[in-house]
């Protein structure tokens, strides 16, 4: 099984938000999924240059990429899974990605077409991490 990293841009400041992407983490790594705090002190360049040097797939998360519906995401992670090579799913940084900062080739994904605060759109990513590991165990968790 490969491995997926989820690179967030510092570790959330709301309580909330920490306690829920530490609930969601527990539950994922056994799975072959974990998560990476990068200082926020780090400047999205360094970040951007960061990601850029990882070995197999960066996917930004961004509002302007692709957008699936949670059962189109998990037979995306279940690809990543067969597939063999890291995937790393990127969340911004408060400012977000701009075509500046972000390859021009890169892989861009949508969690919505709203707008949320990095550390929100965090604690989506892992919760619909989770949730498509449960969708491809056929657990009941998934209500659609």
Not at 39 to 46: I, R
Not at 105 to 130: C, D, F, G, I
């Amino acid at each position: 099984m490969a491995r997926v990293t989820v690179h967030l841009h510092g570790v959330p400041k709301e309580k909330a938000n920490r306690e829920l992407i530490e609930m969601y983490s527990k539950r994922i790594s056994s799975r072959g999924i974990r998560i990476e705090y990068h200082s926020d002190k780090m400047g999205v360049d360094a970040y951007t240059d960061y990601l850029g040097k990882r070995k197999g797939t960066v996917i930004y998360l961004d509002e302007g990429g692709v957008m699936l519906d949670s059962l189109e995401f998990s037979s995306r992670v279940q690809e990543w899974n067969i597939a063999g090579d890291e995937t790393h799913l990127a969340i911004g940084p408060a400012q977000g990605w701009s075509s500046d900062n972000m390859p021009g080739n890169a892989q861009r994904l949508s969690l919505s077409k709203m707008t949320y605060p990095h550390e929100l759109a965090s604690v989506l990513l892992v919760e619909q991490l989770y949730r498509a590991t449960e969708i491809l165990r056929g657990s009941a968790y998934h209500k659609a």
